[in-house]
């Protein structure tokens, strides 16, 4: 299992290193925690690259105290942890409480809306009040439980915590454009400004997950998306469209500085794109 998050880590970074797919950073080589890891497990993964650890739940490790020691360890080597919430995803998983969650103490409180399978919306609220992880709101989730959450976070006055994923891979599959258009419906039905929605996704994940892109700062990857309103949206500008719930236009793709692609063909076009002058 080491062996594997460690060849998975070096495969998707050496070849963003060589320069292919377009540049696309992926943080790969997250091992699903098992039955009789010891410190030495996490300390041996750490030195090897591997920086996050997969949903805690879905392997053999399933009782909140078992599982909050080894996310002790691993957070003591630098290593996110994450965990399942709520109902089984697939026959032959198993369901992950709200007890178990708190128990656990992962850094990130993966799909609290569901992943497909929400907790009662009680026990939500309880994870919100009674944890200070991040509350991680998914697309392949419950939907009427994704935009409560958010508002509940939002009057706990924590929308720091909030970040956004698709659960993807799932039953549900793959969704292209899978975080523009959760934040088009966190904004519009949770009633979210659609500059707060963004930032679920963008600085809220950085701070979150400790990663270096994320936020526009000296220092950090020139990582940019360039984006304007639809073409034919109500919307007046990019931040009212969102907030009436149309997925924007992406313009153009930047990636450490480099342009890696023009106007993208899978959103709607964007009424104004980037000139290269
Ligand atoms: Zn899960």
Redesign the pocket.
């Known amino acids: 299992m080491k062996a594997l998050a460690i060849t998975a880590q070096r495969s998707f970074e050496g070849m963003r290193g060589a320069g292919v797919g377009g540049g696309v950073k992926v943080l790969a080589g997250a091992p699903v925690i098992e039955k009789g890891m010891v410190e030495e497990d996490f300390k041996e993964l750490a030195a090897a690259g591997v920086t996050l650890l997969g949903?805690v739940g879905?392997g053999s490790v399933k009782a909140g105290e078992e599982a909050g020691q080894m996310v002790a360890w691993a957070r003591k080597y630098g290593i996110q942890s994450t965990i399942?919430t709520g109902g089984p995803?697939i026959p032959g998983s198993g369901l992950i409480d709200k007890d178990v969650v708190l128990a656990a103490d992962a850094d990130v409180i993966?799909?609290i809306n569901g992943?497909h399978t929400s907790l009662p919306y009680r026990h939500v609220c309880d994870l919100c009040e009674q944890s200070t992880r991040a509350l991680e709101i998914v697309h392949n989730g419950n939907e009427r439980i994704a935009l409560l959450t958010a508002r509940h976070a939002i009057e706990l006055k924590c929308p720091h915590r909030i970040i956004l994923g698709t659960?993807s891979p799932a039953g549900s599959g793959v969704q292209p454009l899978g975080i523009l258009r959760m934040i088009a419906l966190i904004s519009s039905l949770a009633d979210v400004p659609a500059e707060m929605a963004f930032c679920f996704a963008t600085g809220n994940t950085a701070r979150q997950r400790n990663l270096r892109q994320g936020l526009i700062e000296v220092g950090r990857p020139a990582d940019l998306v360039c984006m304007d309103r639809a073409q034919h949206t109500a919307g007046s500008t990019l931040l009212e469209s969102v907030q009436l719930g149309d997925v924007p236009g992406v313009g153009m793709v930047m990636i450490d500085g480099l342009i890696r692609c023009g106007r993208s063909r899978n959103t709607p076009p964007a009424t104004e794109v980037p000139v290269v002058v």
Do not use: T, V, Y
Request: aromatic content about 0%; proline content about 0%.
């Open positions: 949903e879905l399942h995803s993966g799909h992943g659960d």
